[in-house]
């Protein structure tokens, strides 16, 4: 059925280094890709998405390209704060039910100074 | 930004009582509302999505009759629990989907519900 499959975290890194968070999906059709934080005590915001293959969603320095050869939306930054400490979640939705969310387990993210 | 409230924040109570979750948009209006279950370490799961001012439509393996949903108004949807079982222990999400929005859904902060 249709999935997603995200790197189990803790992800911890220092404060300025890079990283690359692995969000791969299997789906039918041509399912939207998105990536959504949660920080400490509030509800998951909508971070970047990409409706295609080949688009690159971005926002606040992270990327993420849509690439459907390797069914992948891996999320990425160049360099990271403190305040990116939170829980990432690669999410889909299918083009013929847009409605249904189908999440992936979320990674957690640990920045330290 | 679009807001969406949930309350209460954390919830505890005895087995066999029923808990009622309320889920408001505060400064949009949703036609369309979700419920999501979150488990440890595991992903979100769509329990069922409200429409205003008419029956929920509940994913399958999600019992309607467990877990009441009511969407009377643009602003508010609310889930009851009824009968809670320690097994229904659990952190519930709702979202909400603005009307002049066609896929982005805005969630609220969750609801850690213990059944004991």
């Known amino acids: 059925g249709d999935s997603v499959t995200q790197m189990e975290g803790p992800v911890t890194l220092s404060e300025e280094a890079f990283l690359t968070i692995n969000c791969t999906y299997t789906a039918t059709g041509y399912p939207s890709l998105f990536w959504y934080v949660q920080y400490p005590g509030e509800g998951l915001q909508l971070l970047l998405k990409a409706t295609k293959a080949d688009d690159k969603g971005s926002n606040k320095g992270f990327e993420a390209t849509y690439r459907k050869e390797t069914t992948s939306f891996h999320l990425e930054k160049g360099s990271v704060q403190v305040s990116d400490s939170a829980v990432y979640f690669c999410?889909?939705?299918?083009?013929?039910?847009?409605?249904?969310?189908?999440f992936g387990t979320g990674t957690r993210l640990q920045v330290f100074p | 930004g679009a807001v969406v409230s949930q309350h209460p924040s954390r919830v505890i109570c005895k087995s066999g009582t029923s808990v009622k979750i309320e889920c408001r948009s505060l400064?949009?209006?949703?036609?369309?509302m979700f419920w999501y279950r979150q488990f440890p370490k595991k992903s979100l799961m769509l329990m069922a999505t409200s429409n205003e001012g008419s029956k929920a439509t509940y994913e399958q393996g999600v019992e309607k009759d467990k877990f009441l949903i009511n969407h009377a108004s643009l602003t508010l949807s609310t889930l009851t629990v009824t009968s809670a079982h320690p097994e229904d222990s659990s952190f519930y999400i709702c979202?909400?989907?603005?009307?002049?929005?066609?896929?982005?859904?805005?969630f609220g902060p969750g609801t850690r519900l213990t059944v004991l």
């Open positions: 400064d949009f209006q949703a036609t369309t």
């Open positions: 979202s909400a989907r603005d009307s002049s929005s066609t896929d982005t859904q805005y």
């Open positions: 999410a889909l939705v299918l083009s013929y039910n847009t409605d249904k969310l189908i």
